[in-house]
């Protein structure tokens, strides 16, 4: 690893854990009236929230892993682009948690370590292999997002809107990933990356 990529790398990870996350688009929603939640349906909308903001936290994590390890200087571009809209989502969540009255998960250096290391795995097997990698983290996470805004309030409009914007581009991600020659990744590698999901948002839901 030459300097300037050990920089931007730890670069990223301080501003991911240590520094507000900013948006360049307005947070979608944000002109909608607050819903009427009672105690308990703010508690767990809180945390819903969490475990996305969790994911994000990881996406980030992942595409710096990614792109530190891809061969092909377009893999990189992809995978810093992707990483930007992901930052924006950093911001909507952070935000929407703190309307909320909750809180970021206390374990979030370690979801970032995980996953960084899972993302230079994936780029250290290939370009193709890393575009794979990607598209099927997109494709979990979009499913991961519905069932998200099932379990929503049906009147918390507010938050209804990030998850659905978050969905749009996660798919977004997935296709450009496809169309840049990602493969698809074989089914206990497919199953590996959803039990390792799992056990992260139901420890991300609590602590």
């Known amino acids: 690893m030459n300097i300037d990529a050990f920089i931007s790398t730890l670069d990223n990870a301080l501003r991911t854990l240590a520094a507000p996350a900013h948006s360049r688009r307005p947070i979608p929603g944000e002109d909608l009236p607050e819903a009427e939640l009672d105690a308990a349906q703010r508690l767990e909308v809180a945390r819903l929230m969490r475990v996305n903001h969790v994911g994000e936290v990881c996406a980030q994590a992942l595409y710096a892993g990614q792109a530190l390890t891809a061969r092909d200087s377009r893999v990189q571009a992809a995978m810093r682009e992707a990483a930007q809209e992901e930052t924006e989502h950093l911001a909507w969540t952070a935000q929407r948690i703190g309307e909320l009255g909750g809180r970021t998960s206390l374990l979030n250096p370690v979801w970032y370590a995980g996953s960084f290391a ?61 169309k840049g020659g990602g493969v698809e990744l074989p089914s206990p590698v497919q199953e590996a990356m959803r039990l390792v999901s799992k056990v992260m948002t139901r420890t991300a839901y609590w602590v």
Request: proline residues 2%.
């Open 118 to 178: 899972m993302g230079a795995l994936a780029g250290a097997l290939g370009d193709r292999v890393n575009l794979g990698f990607l598209a099927e983290t997109e494709r979990q996470v979009y499913d991961h997002l519905e069932e998200h805004l099932g379990r929503l309030p049906a009147q918390d409009a507010k938050s209804a809107a990030i998850l659905k914007q978050m969905q749009d581009d996660e798919d977004h991600h997935r296709q450009t990933a496809i």
